[in-house]
Structures are given as C-alpha cells and as structure tokens.
C-alpha cells in the first residue's frame, strides 16, 4: 500500500501518522461495530432504504433500488 501511496505522490510520512492517529482508529472501531451490527462478513456490502445487500450486485439493480429507496417505494 505504501508504495502505491508514493507512487501517486502521497507524502508518506504524513500518510503514517494519519493512519497512527486515535481519530483513524476510531473510525475504524465505529465503522467495525457497525458493519458486525449488520451481518456483513465481506465486501462489497450495501444499505438501500431498509435493504442490506452482499456481493455483487449489477450497477442498474443498484440505481433501482436507490430510485425506490428515495421514493419511498422500495420493498
């Protein structure tokens, strides 16, 4: 990952102590907490309205489920 990071121009000294900081850890333990919370054991995984979905899922299915979710006329 690092060497990627320097490879788009990242300044990796700044980029570790970004990754160190208590603030990044925090977010990591709430995001953790969260993603258990809901059952996800794997990536990609999606919340649409109500809906929790896993693996894979076709961009247009995706845009569908999102149009129902704001229109409020998901299932």
Known sequence: M???AQSVGLDLERLKA???SPEVD???AVSSSLA???????T???VIGTQALFGYVP???LEE???GA???TAP
Request: aromatic share 8%.
């Open 65 to 67: 489920m999102v149009r």
């Open 44 to 46: 990609p995984s999606f």
């Open 59 to 61: 961009q247009a299915e």
């Open 18 to 20: 970004d990754m160190a």
């Open 26 to 28: 925090e977010h990591i």
């Open 2 to 4: 690092l060497r990627i």
């Open 70 to 72: 704001r229109e409020g």
């Open 36 to 42: 258990k919370t809901l059952g996800f054991t794997g």
